[in-house]
Nanobody
Framework: QVQLVESGGGLVQPGGSLRLSCAASRSIFSIFKMNWYRQAPGKQREWVATIWRNGATNYDDSVKGRFSISSDNAKNMAYLQMNSLKPEDTGVYYC?????????WGQGTQVTVSS
């Protein structure tokens, strides 16, 4: 099993930046891939970005060029740097980790982009 705890959310103006953090309870060397998802009010949860064990990354088109996913293996942390934020980026952001056949989720952190 792996426990995940997100942090770093908050209220930011359009055009601003936030960095989300995801702390894992075990070495992320053992995690096949880590992901960020988000869920806006009244909408389904949607995938945002993935970082694979080998360091490769993938992004949804809506955030490509604005968001950056990274990890720090020494600290068992994953991050999502979010720049040029838009109101449509508002939602609860979740970190997830895939270990073998299982996917684990954090509790989420709220991001609100508003003037």
């Amino acid at each position: 099993q792996v426990q995940l705890v997100e942090s770093g959310g908050g209220l930011v103006q359009p055009g601003g930046s936030l960095r989300l953090s995801c702390a894992a309870s075990r070495s992320i060397f053992s995690i096949f891939k880590m992901n960020w998802y988000r869920q806006a009010p009244g909408k389904q949860r949607e995938w945002v970005a993935t970082i694979w064990r080998n360091g490769a990354t993938n992004y949804d088109d809506s955030v490509k060029g604005r968001f950056s996913i990274s990890s720090d293996n020494a600290k068992n942390m994953a991050y999502l740097q979010m720049n040029s934020l838009k109101p449509e980026d508002t939602g609860v952001y979740y970190c997830s980790a895939q270990v073998d056949a299982f996917t684990y989720w954090g509790q989420g952190t709220q991001v609100t982009v508003s003037s």
